[in-house]
């Protein structure tokens, strides 16, 4: 178990390395604008503005991060921030894992990076769409949140809160429904369930099923 231990520290190092290189080039490269920033090859050169205590919060989101991919994945995704156009991936992967607060987010923010890369290499239209949607979902997925995702969408059901399904619906992962109000007849009820969008969110983004 130590040996296992030491390789994945390894893999892990070398990960970062890998990832660090590439963006460090591709910053190099706009204008000059990075090249006096430090150390991009550790995890702390990369979340080199935050203070300490936050440093160690942001390495164990990268390593969650890191860890979703399986080799030919993270050839993959090596290759896809290689790419520069108008606004680089690895950038903005980057920018939401520091902007989210638990490692479980960041294996979210993975997944999503997975699906997106897929559906890039299978020419998906509005691929960039689904990915901003599902980054802005993972964002604003607390804690108090991913229970009420699983109260509407998994196996085991559990009591309903009004407030939360509101703010679902407000990240557009379930749908609003109107019912008979027996309060008013010119105000319907409304109310909200499950969507399609939001079942394939939760299988594939918080489960991490059928990727």
Sequence with gaps: MQDKNKLLI?????RVGEVSEILAKNLLSIDGIAKDIPGFSSVMAL???MITIKANMFENKVRAFLYEFNESEFNKFKKAISKKDDEHLGQ???S???SVDKPNQAQMIARATKVYISDLEQQ???SKHKFDHNIHAIRGLDDYLLTGMQSIYGEIGTPRIASVDQALFNLGLVEEEEKVSFAS???PKITFKASKEGQVFYDTIILGNNM
């Design 10 to 14: 390894i893999d892990f190092a070398t």
């Design 47 to 49: 979340g080199n503005i």
């Design 92 to 94: 903005v992967v980057l």
């Design 96 to 98: 939401a894992i520091d």
């Design 124 to 126: 998906k239209e509005n």
């Design 185 to 187: 007849k010119t105000h």
